[in-house]
């Protein structure tokens, strides 16, 4: 089982097992090249990458988290790269971590857009990270999760994090972030039908882009009309409806001020802690259920589990009886193991 903590992985017997602590206090101090390390450790669920965020985390809790989700194709990734330049621009560090939970490629380009990335790329003062699903035993919003706590610790001021927002990611980047934009576009169709169904539950601010289309001022239209319907105004926080143009930029000093508005509104009221509050549940529970699940492979690898297997193909007990009398069997071992 992976162990959280790092002094447990140092009694291990890993001859590189004081690699994630090691790393971290490099990264601590400044080394860039060690935080690109940390940053696959951790998105690969290793053991070191665990024992590093145990050194990192006491150091986070500074950064501004800031989810860009939305429909497919709606300019997220076009959008992010001006927002992220403007940031820049006003003197801030920040990281761009662009999530995908389908394709290795598609969801790169924020990586793959170099043209548009060129500035940020090659600056000290922007991490860009690209991840896909592929590769991430704990699960892809664990994995984001880490990455943004690596980041945090050593120092980032802006952590923005791209997700297509539909099913689960859209659960999971409310999860994650302090600030919540929802990107839509002209002509999407059943979009403002999905806002209705949950995303608007999650949006902070709410941008139209592509508003260099004609049928811009319908779709933002139609927005206001479902906002004002829900009558939602959370903690006191007008959703502002914003119109940009990423190819064009225009709109973005806008989106910015909102972004750091929102900001200053979650530190004036006890919003900020909340959503602290929000994020150490959601942390917490994420390693229980990877405890957990790495808990049941072990079990399964046993004899019992074969002879179970084996009632159940012989119709002699049914799949669920059999879980839960394994289950019972288990935790009372564990709690016999725990008081011996
Ligand atoms: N006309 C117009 N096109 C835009 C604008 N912003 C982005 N696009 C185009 O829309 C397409 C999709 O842009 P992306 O930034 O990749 O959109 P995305 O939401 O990140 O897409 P996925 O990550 O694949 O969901 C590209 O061809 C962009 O050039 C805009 O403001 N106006
Ligand atoms: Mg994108």
Redesign the pocket.
Same mark, same amino acid.
């Given at each position: 089982m992976t162990q959280r903590s790092g002094s447990s992985v140092a009694e291990g017997d890993s001859p590189s097992s004081s690699l994630g602590p090691d790393l971290a206090r490099s990264a601590l101090a400044g080394d860039r090249r060690a935080v690109a390390r940390l940053l696959t450790l951790v998105e690969n669920g290793t053991e070191e990458g665990a024992a590093a965020l145990t050194e990192l985390y006491p150091h986070t809790g500074g950064a501004h988290v800031i989810g860009?989700t939305? &429909?497919?194709?709606? *300019? %997220? $990734? @076009?959008?992010?790269?001006c927002v992220a330049q403007a940031f820049r621009h006003r003197g801030n560090t920040l990281a761009v971590v #662009?999530v995908?939970p389908t394709s290795p490629f &598609?969801?790169g $380009?924020?990586l793959g857009?170099r043209l548009r990335m060129r500035d940020l790329v090659t600056d000290s003062g922007v991490f860009i990270r690209s991840m896909a699903s592929r590769g991430h035993p704990g699960g892809l919003a664990h994995a984001t999760r880490d990455v943004v706590s690596v980041l945090d610790a050593v120092g980032t001021g802006f952590i923005f994090v791209?997700t297509?927002g539909a099913g689960q990611a859209q659960v999971d980047i409310a999860r994650l972030a302090h600030t919540v934009v929802l990107?839509e #576009?002209p002509g999407m169709g059943d979009e403002v039908q999905a806002l209705k169904a949950g995303l608007l539950e999650i949006a902070d601010i709410i941008v139209v882009? %592509? *508003?260099?289309?004609p049928e811009v001022q319908q779709t933002v239209q139609a927005i206001r009309t479902v906002i004002a319907g829900s009558g939602s105004v959370a903690g006191g926080w007008e959703i502002p409806i914003l119109r @940009? $143009? #990423? @190819?064009?930029r225009t709109g973005i000093e806008a989106l910015v001020e909102a972004i750091l508005a929102h900001r200053q509104h979650m530190q004036a009221t006890d919003l900020w802690s909340a959503r602290q509050a929000r994020q150490a549940y959601a942390d917490i529970e994420g390693w229980l259920r990877r405890y957990f699940d790495e808990w049941v492979a072990q079990c399964m690898d046993t004899r019992d589990y074969d002879a179970l297997a084996e009632a159940v193909v012989r119709r002699a007990c049914d799949p669920a009886t059999a879980a839960h009398s394994l289950l019972t069997r288990f935790t009372e071992g564990l709690c016999s193991k725990l008081k011996g």
């Open positions: 860009f939305g &429909s497919p194709g709606a *300019g %997220k $990734s @076009t959008l992010l790269n #662009a995908d &598609s969801g $380009s924020v857009d791209e297509v990107v #576009a882009n %592509k *508003g260099d289309r @940009t $143009s #990423a @190819t064009e």
